[in-house]
């Protein structure tokens, strides 16, 4: 999600992900100007274990239709 946020890519999408290891990295990328959502276009949830992290909106959304989604118990 970082590299997203310095540019050096232009998406990252993961499934299975725990809160401690998005949380800091979702702050990151929207203060440098990208998109955090979760990955079926909904607002991203840090307990939702699943994240989409993209440089701009419009991506997020074009990456999230080309995506076949995976649901996960959320955290506690």
Known sequence: MVMVAQGSC???????????DVAAPAVIVMEAGGVVTDPTGAPFDVMSRKVLAAGTAELGRDLSACLTHVDFEPEA
């Open 10 to 20: 232009d998406g990252y999408v993961e499934y299975g992900i725990h809160a401690w």
